[in-house]
């Protein structure tokens, strides 16, 4: 199987080139994909990049390298989070006003877009808290065309906080939004220590707490799968086994939260082992 996948990845020109696609959003936004078309018989994989990066984060571009390289049709959007043809990552320290809710309707418009030249099914991928913001559109009303999830490095989406401090935040934001105090805060979130949002941007991410992400995990209507690095050290402690108490759950021994190195044969192998399942 490894010589397969260096097969794969060592004649990418001969697959399907990339072809940098552009979409209108309903608030006019304009947002940017790469996208690769495949095997009109092989289910379409769209794949979701982690917090304020691009769909040119190494794990997700080499996903699509590899997975092109497979025949088949990849989508890997980048999300506006509010700036129209963002190509780059975002700061920390911008002010940040984009909400889970506005994600998950981004991405919905990119699942319709892919519909309608994809007949066949449609797999959605997430890595880190990509994972968590397709698992929120799952959570939701999503296309009926979606026939599988993958969770690559699903991180917690917690704040390192106690009970009494984080409930104390979460009152403190919905009061803010709750008043339409035109507000900036600043606060530790993922992998930022200074991030600047809104009240209503920080809220939305907040509300999805690790509780929340396993029983939303756990009450999935479609066939799902999370691929962790067995070295992740983002991750708070007893994720992984959490996660694997309600879950599907494969560990990639020794790679870490961006499966980088060698180990990014192994997760493109766990991700085509589940595609072929589909």
């Not at 105090?181 to 509300?207: D, N």
């Amino acid at each position: 199987m490894r010589f397969f996948l260096l097969l794969i990845v060592s004649c990418i020109g001969l697959a399907a080139r990339a072809a940098p696609v552009e979409l209108t959003l309903p608030d006019k936004l304009v947002a940017k994909a790469e996208y690769r078309e495949g095997d009109a018989d092989k289910p379409a994989v769209i794949l979701l990049h982690g917090f304020l990066q691009t769909h040119e984060f190494p794990t997700i571009h080499s996903l699509v390298e590899g997975l092109a390289g497979s025949g088949r049709t990849v989508l890997a959007p980048t999300l506006t989070l509010g700036v129209t043809y963002r190509s780059q990552s975002m700061a920390c320290e911008a002010i940040h006003t984009h909400t889970m809710s506005g994600v998950e309707r981004e991405i919905d418009t990119w699942v319709k877009w892919l519909k309608a030249r994809h007949k066949g099914p449609i797999i959605l991928l997430g890595h880190s808290f990509g994972s968590v913001e397709v698992l929120a559109y799952l959570s939701g009303k999503p296309d009926p065309a979606i026939t599988r999830f993958i969770g690559i490095s699903i991180i917690e989406g917690r704040l390192r906080l106690d009970a009494e401090r984080f409930g104390k935040l979460i009152r403190e934001m919905r009061r803010a939004v709750k008043s339409g105090e035109p507000r900036v805060v600043t606060h530790p979130f993922s992998f930022c220590q200074k991030y600047q949002a809104t009240p209503a941007s920080l809220l939305s991410y907040l509300e999805w707490t690790p509780r929340r992400v396993l029983d939303a995990s756990a009450r999935l209507p479609l066939p799902n799968l999370f691929i962790m690095g067995g070295l992740d050290d983002r991750l708070g402690d007893g994720w992984v086994e959490k996660l694997k108490a309600r879950n599907r759950v494969k560990i990639i021994p020794g790679a870490n939260h961006f499966m980088d190195g060698e180990h990014e044969f192994d997760l493109l192998d766990a991700v085509l082992t589940e595609l072929q399942a589909s």
